[in-house]
DNA sequence: GTGAAAGCGCTAACAC
DNA sequence: GTGTTAGCGCTTTCAC
């Protein structure tokens, strides 16, 4: 009571230990819940942590733990800074807010019900071990140093990499520097990492042999971007499948995973087969959007044309009518990516792995 | 060259000065560029960093700076446990990963493009400042503790908040604790806490106009959740504006803004009222589900039945016909928002401000 | 089982 | 303009 005017601002340890009449290093066990405290003490010391309102530095721990405790989730783009130009994609609906070139590729990103999938599944595995994710964007070279820089510093202990785009350097500038890090999706070029992915072809396949198991005969397919491994993966299993089944010529066009080029997609399909009854799309988006051409056309689905899209994101139910669809289960894929990486981050000598996931035909009215 | 093996693990300021031949102090002043440093030495400091490799550790800065040079995103649920028998309204996709109760939340949170955006408004403004967010949710008692623990240890030092529902008890812990937090959307009690927000009303009167101005004259409303203020404040605006205009009886139906829920309060106007020829949704989400209902019933979107929306999230150009809407500018918003928040953390004793965007309408082909 | 003491790597007075 | 020094709050040997 005599003097306390030291436990001014926020408390430290110091101050727990004073009011508990034990030492810094007794709190610390205690706050650590390292055994080898006397029950009663830990009891007292307690008690003076909540009196004292106490919560731990964490600039402090850190740097004597060297461990963050956080771990970053990078959305990477792609490759060099070409990527620049391609915002016209996306509408650019933001106004004032600086930021410039990248404004785009952040809104672009979450225009896809995909990658808020992801961030639930990250979320939902960091959450119950008191961890939550630094979001980052690594689409230029710039913001891959940055990314970089920021795990060097100490920032954050690993981190969990979804990739748009194959060809990107990421992964191995993370690797190189001997940072932890794992993906999601299979890096272009081998690379000494983990990652967890899905078995896009066999999705494929199950997206074609139903196509032809409802009785359609003029199938077309709207691929995703042939520069994403995702994107080539569904179109091989669809192809290679449609071939095994007597179809050796399949009309393609190509999408870039956006309603919007779903619908050009399907129009240029359309004007070159007017009498196709099936389309597989590579993902529920453009499924979407081929839907909305198809009607506007004239053409009923499924009774004219049957519908298969890829993903079961929110679109898939969203749609009218709802898409018969492979389901993707990002969140569960999200969720063992980072258990990798934790896994790793607990035993860094441990080797890389891989984790495919099975997708799964889901039938609704679609197709 | 002599004795370089003290320059194991990760380079230090130490190390640095050694090899560029100047104290600690140098270093660090060249490095957060401190003027009162002659040129030439800059220079040498310069090559020592980049040949040794040097990152500053970031722990150890922050334990001395007292500044985490982080921020906290935290999307708040509603104000008691209750909620987590609400979570049925969200298909519950996610099967293996733990986190029980809480992964049907941030599933349903980015569920609606409108999260996205403000992600995208958030990471825009804080980008270049070399800064990124740590994305937090805080639907439970527990939550929202780990929030404010989370501040406390100053892992981060401030939190931008967005809140789904009224009577959020975040904002007030926050403030109680002393600690910096700005707000999207007014809080339900007046806090003294900074916040942006949209003139919820002002929206509402102009997809009233609207529609009266299209000639419609049977109009009903698909309410958001009365216990969210931006569900209120756009249906007390559109009441108003009706009722000025000679119209003091609106049809209404509650919605929860998912489109799911817009297909049932459709469906529930339509059974009541089967002449109405226009509509206004509080959400975007909910108009495309009404316009499917309509379509789904023999009306034609927008000759028999004008739709109008709000908030012209990607929905409202999903959709076909595209929403005429009401555009809430989020991503700008969000920008702002961060800008209030870095701001206060500038100048602490500063005030707390609130800035109110205007809606704007949105004229496409629905209405 | 508990305490004393030595740093973790950095910044910021303060001397020079 | 540059160097010296004293910590920031914590964990962790190491004695006891």
């Given amino acids: 009571m005599t003097d306390d005017?030291?436990?001014?601002?926020?408390?430290t340890l110091e101050d727990v230990a004073r009011a508990a009449g034990v030492s810094r290093a007794t709190v610390s066990r205690v706050v650590n819940?390292?055994?080898n405290v006397d029950p009663a003490i830990q009891e007292v010391v307690r008690q003076a942590v909540s009196v004292t309102g106490y919560a731990p530095n964490r600039a402090a721990r850190s740097l004597v733990t060297?461990?963050?405790?956080?771990?970053?989730?990078?959305v990477s783009g792609a490759g060099t800074e070409a990527e620049a130009g391609q915002e016209d994609s996306v509408p650019q609906r933001f106004g004032g807010a600086p930021g410039g070139p990248g404004?785009?590729?952040?809104?672009?990103?979450?225009?896809?019900?995909?990658?808020?999938?992801?961030?639930?599944?990250?979320?939902?595995?960091?959450?119950?071990?008191?961890?939550?994710?630094?979001?980052m964007f690594a689409e230029t070279a710039r913001a891959r140093d940055e990314v970089v820089a920021y795990l060097r510093q100490g920032s954050a202990d690993g981190a969990l990499i979804v990739s748009t785009h194959?060809?990107?350097?990421?992964?191995?500038?993370?690797?190189?520097?001997?940072?932890?890090?794992?993906l999601y999706a299979r890096p272009a070029r081998p690379v000494r990492i983990s990652y967890v992915d899905l078995a896009h072809q066999d999705g494929a396949r199950l997206a074609a042999e139903h196509l032809l198991a409802v009785g359609r005969r003029r199938i077309a397919t709207i691929s995703g971007p042939l520069d994403v491994p995702a994107g080539q993966a569904r179109l091989a299993g669809f192809r290679d499948t449609m071939e095994r089944h007597g179809h050796p010529y399949v009309p393609i066009?190509?999408?870039?995973f956006t309603?919007?080029?779903?619908?050009?997609?399907?129009?240029?399909?359309?004007?070159?087969?007017?009498?196709l009854d099936g389309v597989f799309a590579a993902n529920d988006l453009m499924a979407m959007g081929a839907c909305h051409v198809l009607r506007e056309h004239g053409r009923r689905v499924p009774e004219d044309v049957a519908v298969v899209g890829f993903d079961d994101s929110s679109a898939a139910l969203a749609c009218r009518p709802p898409l018969t669809t492979v389901r993707q289960p990002v969140e569960a894929m999200a969720a063992e990516m980072t258990r990798l990486l934790l896994d790793r981050l607990a035993r860094p000598g441990s080797p890389a792995t891989s984790v495919i996931f099975e997708p799964e035909l889901v039938v609704r009215a679609s197709a």
Avoid at 253 to 256: I, L, N, S
């Fill in 66 to 74: 060297r461990r963050a405790d956080a771990v970053a989730l990078v």
């Fill in 166 to 182: 194959a060809e990107d350097p990421l992964p191995g500038l993370l690797t190189e520097a001997g940072l932890a890090a794992v």
């Fill in 5 to 11: 005017r030291r436990s001014a601002g926020t408390p």
């Fill in 253 to 256: 066009a190509e999408g870039r």
């Fill in 33 to 35: 819940g390292v055994r």
């Fill in 259 to 275: 309603q919007e080029s779903g619908e050009a997609a399907m129009g240029r399909l359309l004007a070159e087969h007017p009498d």
């Fill in 103 to 135: 404004s785009s590729f952040t809104a672009q990103v979450f225009a896809d019900p995909f990658f808020g999938r992801v961030v639930t599944g990250v979320v939902d595995y960091l959450r119950p071990r008191g961890m939550h994710p630094v979001l």
